[in-house]
């Protein structure tokens, strides 16, 4: 029976990836974490559960976040952004003897946490970052994927949308841009604008180099045609050249509406050219986007059909042959992001819990999580309901994910 630690477990995504790791019953206690206690202590209580206890954190006190740790045999860090919080917490679990998995989607703390590897091999725990949706899911597909293929040369991940119904300016009031404000909250609009204000590393013929992110980009496959997504700073194209032998090539892409792209673009700009610290583009984020946002058709538009999810594809030889073969997942929980989110952490924490995973180091999602094991466990909370879905119950990763196979 464990100990879990859920730092941010009162946050988007911490509520979600509490919920789920409290299924497990090998679970002895679980500890929110939280640097609003009135708020984790009401999230506690509506849970009526009396393995649950509560504390207030600071995660950046290191003397209180090692006490808190060493009470728990897994940490489940959900708080963000991670270009700020990734490194100490991590630091703080090797040095607390504590196996550990996070959700940082933020590509130069992966770089950092990569060379804490020899520690927390030294220290005989596990820490696996970047379990979430992208980074994470589309991890634990690119591995699956890379497996079907005699050689890989190539992996390409991308999430996000295209396609679908443009809303009229109408719906656009400074009401709604604070409403999503709130629901998003800053580490996500940060998480957004750091990806955009620095140049982001590719693996590109079998070496790194950096390029200017929300430029440039490459065409995406789906299942109803393509869309042309855009390079941004995620930590896939870091990792998966470390854990997947003998690629020569990785990118992540996202597809986003043009008005996000734009202020992205624009308060990115303006963060790398320092005329604006990262903490103010944060805030002129919201009233930019709106300016955008009420420059659109007073009536809705129709962009073709609606491209949208976590895609994968994999470039390489099977069976002599040059192909390119293409997936993604054929559902989703409820609540998009975050229950996508907050489901996967959870499920690693609980393999975690489980001792199912062996592996000391520090890892991302395809070097230690067993993609098969994962999708049986992680369609039980595919939200079946949903007509865009609509599909029976999978019972394996294969049956799970749509595929696109194209010879090259």
């Given at each position: 029976m464990k100990k879990l630690l859920a730092l941010g477990g009162s946050g988007h995504m911490g509520q979600k990836a509490v919920q789920t790791v409290l299924e497990n019953r090998n679970l002895k206690q679980l500890i929110i974490a939280d640097n609003n206690l009135e708020k984790a202590t009401a999230f506690a209580s509506s849970l009526k559960d009396d393995r649950i206890q509560v504390a207030h954190i600071d995660v950046l006190n290191t003397d209180?976040?090692?006490?808190?740790?060493?009470k728990a045999d897994v940490v489940m860090n959900t708080v963000g952004p991670f270009y700020k919080f990734a490194v100490p917490v991590v630091?703080?679990?090797i040095q607390a003897g504590v196996n550990y998995v996070d959700i940082d989607d933020d590509y130069k703390p992966t770089q950092q946490v990569l060379e804490l590897d020899r520690e927390a091999r030294k220290a005989g725990v596990t820490i696996i970052q970047g379990m979430g949706a992208s980074p994470g899911i589309s991890n634990i597909i690119a591995r699956y994927a890379a497996e079907q293929l005699d050689e890989v040369d190539y992996i390409q991940t991308a999430w996000g949308i295209a396609g679908g119904i443009r809303r009229p300016r109408s719906v656009f009031t400074k009401e709604f841009i604070d409403l999503v404000k709130a629901e998003a909250g800053d580490a996500a609009i940060g998480h957004l604008i750091y990806c955009a204000s620095w140049k982001i590393p590719i693996f590109k013929d079998g070496k790194f180099t950096e390029v200017i992110p929300l430029q440039d980009g490459e065409d995406v496959v789906?299942?109803?045609?393509?869309?042309?997504?855009?390079?941004?700073?995620?930590p896939e194209p870091v990792t998966?050249?470390?854990f997947i032998k003998g690629i020569r090539g990785a990118c992540n892409?996202?597809?986003?509406?043009?008005?996000?792209?734009?202020?992205?673009?624009f308060l990115g700009k303006k963060v790398r050219?320092?005329?604006i610290s990262l903490e103010q583009a944060i805030e002129m984020f919201p009233d930019e986007i709106l300016k955008r946002l009420q420059q659109r058709s007073d009536h809705a538009e129709h962009l073709g059909p609606l491209k949208w999810?976590?895609?994968?594809?994999?470039s390489g030889l099977k069976n002599g042959r040059k192909v390119r073969y293409?997936?993604?997942?054929?559902?989703?929980?409820?609540?998009?992001?975050?229950?996508?989110t907050g489901i996967s952490v959870a499920l690693a924490a609980n393999m975690l819990i489980n001792n199912e995973i062996k592996e000391q180091g520090v890892y991302a999602p395809e070097g230690c999580v067993d993609p098969d094991l994962f999708f049986k466990r992680y369609v039980n909370y595919w939200d079946y309901d949903n007509k865009r879905y609509w599909i029976p119950k999978p019972t394996n990763i294969k049956q799970a994910l749509w595929k696109v196979a194209e010879k090259l």
């Open positions: 209180s976040l090692l006490e808190l740790m060493m630091k703080a679990a789906f299942p109803n045609g393509k869309a042309f997504f855009k390079y941004i700073g995620h998966l050249p470390r892409l996202c597809g986003m509406e043009p008005e996000e792209f734009d202020t992205a673009l050219d320092k005329e999810g976590i895609i994968v594809s994999v293409t997936f993604g997942p054929r559902g989703a929980p409820r609540g998009d992001m975050i229950g996508v």
